[in-house]
């Protein structure tokens, strides 16, 4: 997100100013702090091209000089930042602000002889986590001034006052960003469904009720496939994800299926159905138990997506190690006592014990 403020306000300034080769600032606080935030700053980065000062100004002389800080700019800001901010929070987020532009400029009015000035400044802020900074809003401003030849002390008001109100502005929004913004979240809730569904002739949703029959297998058989039937199930996860009181709330719908136009069968037998039936439930088995872990997972904001979608290739990986493992130890079924104890083993395992089935993944 982008946000860009401009101000023009025009200050008359009174004061005095002693000027040596180089005008030297201190940025120093107003008196103001921003408490019970949720937020401190940990790093500020100056990206400007010239890094030599902050701009130039004029003396009673109509003499040009340098305008310099007193340190190097990120410390100066990062000190003046972190003494502005109170948290009293043990999970605050890290910002990091790149200074993109700070140029005072001054010019002699001469039909008014007075000297008039500008500071403008250009800030990035970005949450620093786990890996790389998260770009979160940018303020661009600007002050204009007056003052008079010999009286120029309060530009360093200008000056700090550019930085309060950049102050101001990321506080307003972290505040009302805290919240709604994904990027600022501190927890993630999961919120799994795994309902049942109608099937239709496309489709042939897992259902416990629901065998498979032979009028499933809809694709024309091929003929120098050595294999009697090929039945094409798999799963499904997707979701949408929203935010809750500064929660990411990630729904996440599973389905379990088979496709009917990309299944098929030789000759039908009812021994032939049971063993197809079986690869099906496989794939329920699979599906539980990833459920299973998601809903064991402590997931971090920064990374959850990366998490899941972990989470998801994993299970795939392990579906696809259970079908070879069933196909191969059955030999696709002739093997009829090792198809008798795959029942036996399948039939536990979509009954919640996983004991044999985890055995066999983990050799």
């Known amino acids: 997100m982008k946000v860009l403020i401009f101000l023009f306000p025009m200050i008359i300034l009174f004061g005095s100013i002693s000027f040596g080769q180089d005008v030297v600032f201190e940025l120093r606080s107003n008196g103001e702090y921003f ?21 130039v100004m004029f003396d009673s002389n109509g003499k040009k000089h340098a305008v310099k800080l007193k340190g190097s700019l990120e410390k100066e800001a990062l000190d003046l930042f972190q003494g502005k901010v109170k948290t009293n929070s043990s999970t605050f987020h890290r910002i990091q602000v790149h200074v993109m532009e700070l140029e005072l400029k001054e010019q002699l009015n001469t039909a008014t002889k007075l000297y008039e000035g500008s500071v403008q400044m250009k800030l990035s802020y970005f ?18 001034y007056r003052r008079t030849a010999n009286r120029g002390d309060q530009v360093r008001y200008v000056v700090n006052s550019i930085f309060h109100k950049s102050l101001e502005f990321f506080d307003s929004w972290e505040k009302a960003q805290n919240l709604g913004n994904p990027s600022l979240a501190k927890k993630v809730r999961l919120n799994i469904t795994d309902q049942l569904r109608e099937s239709s002739k496309d489709t042939v949703f897992y259902h416990p009720d629901r065998p498979l029959n032979w009028g499933d297998f809809r694709d024309s058989p091929q003929p120098t496939s050595k294999f009697n039937a090929t039945i094409f199930s798999s799963f499904s996860m997707a979701g949408t994800s929203l935010m809750d009181n500064g929660t ?19 000759h039908a037998s009812d021994y032939g159905i ?37 989470e998801y290739l994993d299970a795939m990986r392990e ?11 059955t030999r696709h079924g002739l093997d009829k006592i090792k198809q008798a104890e795959w029942e036996k083993r399948i039939k536990k395992a979509l009954a919640g014990d996983w004991e044999e089935i985890e055995q066999y993944l983990n050799r």
Not at 35 to 55: A, H, L, T, W
Not at 127 to 144: R, T
Not at 290 to 308: C, G, M, S, V, W
């Open 274 to 310: 049971m063993h197809e039936q079986l690869h099906f439930d496989v794939v329920r088995i699979a599906v539980d138990r990833l459920i299973h872990r998601l809903q064991n997972l402590e997931l971090d904001p920064e990374f959850f997506q990366a998490t899941l979608n972990t």
């Open 127 to 144: 949450l620093v986590g786990k890996a790389d900074p998260i770009p979160l809003v940018d303020y661009s401003g600007s002050l204009n």
């Open 319 to 329: 579906l696809s190690k259970l079908q070879e493992l069933y196909d191969g130890q």
């Open 35 to 55: 408490s019970n935030s949720e937020y401190q700053y940990i790093e500020v980065i100056d990206k400007r091209k010239n890094k030599s000062g902050i701009g």
């Open 248 to 266: 990411i709330v990630q729904e996440l719908d599973f389905k379990v299926y088979m496709l009917p136009k990309q299944s098929w069968v030789k």
